[in-house]
């Protein structure tokens, strides 16, 4: 157990967040704001606006809830593409029927009116939007890139539906099924089957309610779901999805988090029988594009890790495997698998390794070091033994950008050890190490300003090789407080922190 020295303080105050996404009003904006006062007048001045405006108008509309204003700008769209970025988690019911309504004008309309391209409303959350959308530096740059019609339209390259019109969302299904936008959006499409596509993107299931699951499913086309969340189901609810897993052709980001279930538990709590539970785990469907593979807190994984990269067919970018406990045969077999062989990004965080011996990882590194830029480690509780196994292969991963080896149990002079194998991966731009033992007592108090005494030396390793970006040097998490000191390259001090490593 760790204890720091700052325990019982633990009420440091959390830095504020200071991200302030909105910068000064533009002058379009002001021009804007000042013609959404009048209502009327606005709706009837639509028409003659100029194009740029559109972008401009629609934002303050949705945000300030203009509704009559968004249902008559939608017939009138100027370009092939409306997104709403990340203004979903502003919006409401009301904003939603408003720009739902837009759109059945528009398909009410036999002849469009010349003015008006909409091809594609994209209502899911796409992030980087956000800064676009609040930089309001549309002068600057012309229209936003995500109202135009280059980025969005070739997203869809699966989709062969060629409706009037589609409508790309993000869903998430939960115990309690779906929010209620979600659910009208739902409905609105199925009711216009005919004219209108509704292609989910990402669909994320924590938690399922058969039934609007089932309602989901005849609205959403399998084939044009990329990303796939399963969350907190258990293997029974796996076993209802199969078939709808099986027709997901184009699934390029599979996420199952949390398998388990209680009744599941229950019953097989006393003595875990292996035959009955891969019976009750149908086997996962052949996914034909795969790429990105996160599997976190599985407790069947280890009767099903082989299964499932068997069920894969094209080399996967991303494996990620969190919070499982690997077997030996696992780590042995991950370097045989095809589909391991050009990885980019491998993390095993929170997986125990102590019990393992280690040389099918370090055959892993070595069939990847073409290809891999991202090795996560933490909290595996390796030891130098484990290290000094994949030592020779992870010197030639020379494509590495990360690595993160967090809270492993490494002597100082083996840290050095690693520094210098380390200070050789030349593309290195985020390095995490564990703070040595010795920067703890025999109690496992932490003695920080060990971790201060230890950390230039340990900097220079590396900037004799090369000049390091970011590299951290953090002590384990305090049993208290969650606290750990942390020695960071920037701040050149040993400080004590609450919350841990930001990537
Ligand atoms: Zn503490
Ligand atoms: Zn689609």
């Known amino acids: 157990m760790v204890v720091c020295p700052q325990c019982p303080d633990e009420d440091d105050p959390l830095e504020e967040d200071t991200m302030n996404f909105y910068s000064s009003p533009t002058l379009l904006k002001l021009a804007s704001q000042r013609l959404l006062r009048e209502e009327a007048l606005a709706i009837s001045a639509l028409k003659d606006l100029p194009r740029d405006l559109f972008p401009v108008i629609f934002e303050e509309a949705f945000t300030g809830r203009y509704t009559k204003i968004l249902r008559a700008l939608i017939p009138l769209w100027p370009f092939p593409y409306l997104s709403k970025g990340t203004l979903i988690e ?29 091809r594609v409303l994209n209502l899911r959350n796409t992030h980087h939007a956000l800064w676009r959308i609040y930089e309001g530096s549309y002068e600057h740059e012309g229209l936003p890139e995500f109202m135009t019609q280059k980025y969005p339209v070739v997203n869809s390259p699966d989709c062969r539906e060629n409706k009037e019109l589609t409508v790309t969302v993000d869903l998430k299904l939960d115990e309690d099924g779906m929010d209620e936008s979600a659910t009208y959006l739902l409905q609105w499409a199925q009711q216009r089957k005919d004219s209108i596509h509704l292609c989910c993107r990402t669909l994320r299931i924590h938690g399922l309610p058969k039934a609007v699951c089932r309602e989901i499913f005849k609205v959403v086309h399998t084939d044009c779901i990329k990303d796939l969340d399963l969350s907190f189901l258990n293997p029974e609810e796996i076993d209802f999805l199969t078939p709808y897993l099986r027709h997901m052709n184009n699934l390029l980001t599979l996420m199952i988090k949390s398998i388990r279930g209680a009744s599941y538990m229950d019953d097989f709590s006393e003595e875990v029988d292996e035959e009955n539970i891969s019976r009750l785990i149908s086997p996962l469907p052949t996914f034909h594009y795969l790429q990105n593979l996160y599997v976190h807190d599985v407790i069947f994984l280890e009767i099903q890790l082989k299964e499932c990269l068997r069920c894969l067919r094209k080399p996967l970018k991303t494996l990620s495997i969190t919070g499982c406990f690997l077997l030996h045969s696992d780590l042995d077999y991950l370097p045989y698998c095809l589909n391991t062989s050009e990885l980019k990004y491998l993390n095993l965080t929170a997986t125990c390794l102590d019990h393992l011996v280690i040389d099918g990882l370090g055959f892993l590194l ?9 090795l996560e480690l933490e909290f595996c ?3 130098e033994s484990h290290f000094s196994a994949i030592l020779p292969a992870l010197s030639q991963c020379s494509h590495l950008t990360k690595v993160n080896f967090y809270n492993n149990e490494l002597s100082l002079p083996f840290l050095k050890q690693l520094l210098h194998h380390t200070a050789q991966l030349s593309q290195l731009t985020y390095e995490v190490y564990p703070a040595p033992l010795e920067c703890y007592d025999d109690s496992g108090v932490i003695l920080s ?46 400080l004590y922190q609450k919350v841990l490593l930001p990537d």
């Open 366 to 374: 070595e069939n990847v070091k073409d290809t891999l830029e991202s």
């Open 381 to 383: 509780m390796m030891e």
């Open 90 to 118: 502003n919006s409401n019911l009301e904003t939603l029927k408003a720009v739902l309504e837009g759109q059945d004008i528009l398909i009410a309309q036999k002849i469009h009116s010349s003015r008006c391209k909409l």
């Open 449 to 494: 300003h060990r971790l201060e005494k230890f950390c230039p030396e340990l900097l220079d390793i590396i900037r004799a090789k090369r000049q390091p970006t970011r590299v951290i040097f953090a002590t384990n998490q305090c049993f208290n407080c969650s606290g750990s000191y942390v020695y960071d390259l920037e701040t050149q001090h040993c």
